[in-house]
Structure formats: C-alpha cells, structure tokens
C-alpha cells in the first residue's frame, strides 16, 4: 500500500498556483512602477531588424537569394571581416566589411551597376552589420539592396556554392 | 553508527544541491529583472514563441527563477519549486538542443541580456545539463525517498 498516495500532488499544485500568483503579481507590478515598461504584447514582425525606418522591409528569402545566385542575377556582399570573408563566403561574393565602408566602398563596388540586384549577409541571427551596410548602400545610390538574415549560416548549411581565400 | 554518517552525508548533499540550484536561479533572474527588454529580445532570437507570448515571458520568466530560486535556498514549498525547476530546466534544454540543430547561433540569455557575447551553445546544453542533473536529483528526493519529510505516494509505510 502506498501511503496517502496523492497528498503530494496535491500539496504540489497548490504550490505551483501560489508561486505562479507571486510571479504575476510581481511580474506586473514591476513593469508598471518601473520607467522603461514593456507592452505586454509587441508586434514583434514589424519591429523586425530588417525594416528601415521608412517601413520597407529588406529581408531576402534564402530560396529567393539562392535563385538569383542560380540566375547570376545578384551580387552578394559580405559585411564581415576581412579575416571571416577569407575564412569562408558565398561564392563570387564581395568583400565589404561594413566597419571600413567608407573608404572600401568604392573599389568594392566597382564594376556594379545601380540597378543591379544587391544582397547583404553577415553571420547570426543577430548581427546587425548586414542590415547597416545594406542602408549605407542604399544612400549611396543602389535602389535595390535585400538583406539574407543570418546569411552566411543558413548558405551554408543548405550546401549552396562557398569559396575560401581572398 | 555507519548508518548515522550515511545519512549525513546523504542530508548534507541533499541541502547543498538544494541551495546550490537556488543561487543559480536568483542569480540568472538578476540581469533579465532589471532589463525586460534586453530580455525579450533574446527571446525573440530565439524564434521559439509567437509574437505574443514574447513580452509576457521576458517580464514573468525573470521573476518566476527568483521565486524558485529564492524557494529553494530557503528551503519552503519545495515539491512546487522542484517540480517548476525541472520543467524549466528542460525547456530551457529543449530550446537549446532546437536552436543549435537548426544553426542559430544566438545568445544564451541564461545569465545575462548582453548580446555580445560570442555565443558557445555546446557550453550553454552543457550548462543546462549539469543543472537538468541536480534538480534530477532533488525531485528525487522531494518526490520518491521523502527527503523533505512529506508523504510520498512512493513509499511504502514502514
């Protein structure tokens, strides 16, 4: 027989329902003294890395990116380092690593016409120099400039074309 | 005699794995309280959760760790906290093993809403699991041999 079978179930929920009613009220409570309060729900798509500030979004699809490399419709540009591009890139990507764009800018982007079809990558999800470089080329005259988020690992993974070296 | 130091010893692992698990909590719910915002970001990294539930776990996720964490130091309510701790603590696995099979490779946010870090996820599963193995432990403790003294639908009356 087992003993009173229950009793600490029992005994357990009713203390998950008071902890989880501290955390609410604290949670709460918190957010509604502190200065920098959050929403309680964000549109999070919209507040996306990749929309400028005029609202258009940048983001590239993978398939979309992989189809215009397949086309030889699309220049890609690296945003990383120097040292990262040569460790490994898309293939036939440029080097322009966003922190020296301003005076790299021009031999890179040499030969490229402004109309042609720009994407941007760096590597994580989080990495935002893809994004940035992609503004700076856009006000330097390019109208059509796409960011591939995360690009360099996502290329990767899905087995399309890399090359190493410079 | 013998006996006697067994069942110290066996006390004295059981009260520090307790305490241990609890500073861990408190610790990792410090940065993320007194930055929400930071904090939902890194959860929205991850790419786990619809748009909604984001914001509510970066303001509650923070204070439900102190709470538990602050329960098991003090070492009340400890088959709730237990059982909280060991569900969190796997889904914080689970969202790891997800994201490190899929290649992202993003920030932990388990100690700290910095997004510099370079992020180590083999470091973060591992982490996790040393943890996942303590509260292991202490739900076994608490749930099956009755270390916390409370009737336990496992054992059988003496």
């Not at chain 1, 992609?134 to 890399?162: D, E, H, M």
């Not at chain 2, 929205?44 to 619809?50: A, D, Q």
Request: glycine share 8%; aromatic share 12%; hydrophobic share 45%.
């Amino acid at each position: 027989m087992t003993f009173n079978s229950g009793q600490i179930w029992m005994k357990t929920i009713k203390q998950i329902f008071f902890i989880a009613l501290i955390v609410l009220v604290a949670g709460f409570a918190s957010n509604m003294l502190r200065s920098d309060k959050i929403p309680l729900v964000e549109d999070w798509s919209a507040k996306s890395n990749l929309v400028t500030s005029s609202g258009e979004n940048l983001e590239i699809s993978l398939a979309e990116a992989s189809n215009l490399f397949k086309k030889g419709g699309g220049a890609f540009i690296d945003a990383r380092s120097r040292a990262e591009y040569d460790a490994g890139h898309i293939k036939g990507a440029k080097s322009l690593p966003y922190k020296e764009a301003d005076w790299k800018f021009v031999e890179a982007m040499d030969g490229i016409s402004e109309d042609s079809a720009l994407i941007t990558y760096c590597d994580g999800e989080t990495c935002e120099l893809s994004m940035e470089l992609a503004i700076f080329l856009r006000n330097t005259g390019y109208k059509n400039v796409k960011v591939l988020s995360n690009g360099w690992s996502v290329w990767k993974q899905n087995g399309l074309p890399v090359e190493t070296g410079e | 005699m013998k006996e006697e130091i067994r069942q110290k010893i066996s006390m004295s692992l059981y009260h520090g794995a307790r305490i241990v698990l609890g500073i861990v909590f408190v610790y990792a719910s410090y940065d993320k309280i007194l930055h929400p915002a930071a904090f939902a970001k890194i959860i929205y990294n991850y790419r786990i959760l619809p748009d909604e539930l984001i914001n509510l776990s970066a303001l509650f996720l923070p204070w439900l760790e102190l709470t538990i964490g602050s329960l098991l130091i003090i070492g009340v309510w400890l088959p709730g906290s237990v059982f909280i701790s060991n569900i969190l603590l796997i889904i914080f696995f689970c969202a790891l093993m997800y994201n490190k099979a899929r290649g992202l490779d993003i920030s932990c946010g388990c100690f700290s809403t910095s997004l510099d870090d370079a992020p180590q996820s083999n470091l973060y599963i591992l982490r996790d699991f040393g943890f996942i193995v303590i509260s292991l432990y202490l739900f076994v403790k608490v749930f099956i041999t009755n270390s916390a003294g409370i009737k336990s639908p496992f054992r059988r009356t003496p």
